[in-house]
């Protein structure tokens, strides 16, 4: 099994910017596909951004795009620089990975690994 813990959220307010790190343990002697989610409060799980397992390849929400960048570190932690945050990207974030390498970035059905989450609240 892998696991996958989130860590950087927090609370700021309009325009500031947050980290997010996924830190990933067990079995993970190769390298995933891997993405972002999260869940507003009252809302299902959307789609935030998501990186090949190559580490190079990346995909993003139409809302995030231009302030949120993902990235991957040499020991495959998963980062989501979040800048110019609004109150809008309030919600629970979770990181997510999959067995599979497929060519697609938002379906949550095709990940099997996720992390617990962390909170991000945003005010005005």
């Known amino acids: 099994q892998v696991q996958l813990v989130e860590s950087g959220g927090g609370s700021v307010q309009a325009g500031d910017s947050l980290r997010l790190s996924c830190a990933p343990s067990?079995?993970?002697?190769?390298?995933?596909?891997m993405g972002w989610f999260r869940r507003a409060p009252g809302n299902e799980r959307e789609f935030v951004a998501g990186?090949?397992?190559?580490?190079?390849?990346t995909n993003y929400a139409d809302s995030v795009k231009g302030r949120f960048t993902i990235s991957r570190d040499n020991r495959n932690t998963v980062l989501l620089q979040m800048n110019s945050l609004k109150p809008e990207d309030t919600a629970v974030y979770y990181c997510?990975?999959?067995?599979?390498?497929?060519?697609?970035?938002?379906?949550?059905?095709?990940?099997?690994?996720w992390g617990q989450g962390t909170q991000v609240t945003v005010s005005s």
């Open positions: 997510a990975a999959r067995i599979l390498v497929l060519p697609v970035y938002r379906d949550s059905a095709t990940y099997n690994y």
């Open positions: 067990g079995r993970t002697s190769r390298s995933y596909d």
């Open positions: 990186i090949k397992w190559n580490g190079i390849n």
